[in-house]
Structure formats: C-alpha cells, structure tokens
C-alpha cells in the first residue's frame, strides 16, 4: 500500500500494488520500471520508487533527476540544470520519486544497490477506479 505521495501522479497515497519479487532473478531493471525497495535508511520500510539509473553508467545528476552523459573520448558538456557528475557501479540502482519536491530518493541517500530491490510493480489493483498495469 503506497502511504505518502512520493510518486504523484503514478501512484497516490491509499493505492495497493502487486510485485514481482522474481522480475529481476534473470535480468536488470530497467529505466522507468516502478519498483519496491527496502529504505536504505531504515531497513524495516519499503519505498516504491523509478528507476532512472542503472549500474555501471555515468550521469549527470539534476534537480530532477538523471541526464545520460554521452560516451566518447571528448568530454561532454554537462545540461544548463546539472549539479554533478554521478558514475553507477556495478550492482547499483538509481531510483526517484515522480513527485520531485515531497520525494526522498537516490537525489538524498545516494544509489541502492539491486539486492536491495524487493520486485517490480507491475499492477495497481485498488481502489477499483484506479486499477491498471504498469
């Protein structure tokens, strides 16, 4: 059950979801997945988050969220709206709530890593009137 509005307007406070804790035995998530995940910062919680990075990979960190660097011998110039230069490591996700302001994502505590990911949302099933698949 999503309890705060953290991911406003996908997902609002009293909504319940269905999780996949087997969607990434055989593979990586990937950009945009919804998933659940043990909070770095008290591991008796779970936050429900998307992911915008995946390891081994280097970004550029905005207020927003992630911008891909693009890979080539030159330096890249960094978006008008970058603050730094984030690298992924391997095993490690970077996850953000779709509601900048409220959300307590990878922008504060920094990558998780995938272990620490519990599945991938794949459906809102109440209320009735909010029902639907990711």
């Known amino acids: 059950m999503v309890h705060d509005r953290s991911m406003v307007p996908t997902l609002l406070p009293g909504d319940r979801l269905l999780v996949d804790p087997h969607a990434y035995?055989?593979?990586?998530?990937?950009?945009?997945?919804?998933?659940?995940?043990?909070?770095?910062?008290?591991?008796?919680?779970?936050?429900?988050?998307?992911?915008?990075?995946?390891?081994?990979q280097a970004f550029w960190k905005t207020r927003t969220g992630l911008a891909p660097t693009i890979p080539s011998a030159a330096p890249s110039?960094?978006?008008p709206e970058a603050v730094e230069t984030i690298v992924l490591a391997d095993q490690?996700?970077?996850?953000?709530?779709?509601?900048?302001?409220?959300?307590?994502?990878s922008r504060q505590f920094g990558p998780v890593r995938l272990d620490s990911l519990v599945g991938r949302v794949y459906r809102c099933y109440a209320p009735i009137e909010r029902r639907r698949n990711f």
């Open 25 to 56: 035995r055989e593979r990586l998530p990937s950009v945009g997945d919804l998933v659940v995940l043990v909070d770095p910062e008290d591991p008796a919680r779970w936050l429900v988050k998307r992911v915008a990075g995946v390891g081994l």
């Open 92 to 105: 490690a996700v970077y996850v953000t709530g779709d509601a900048s302001g409220p959300a307590r994502d």
């Open 77 to 79: 110039i960094p978006p």
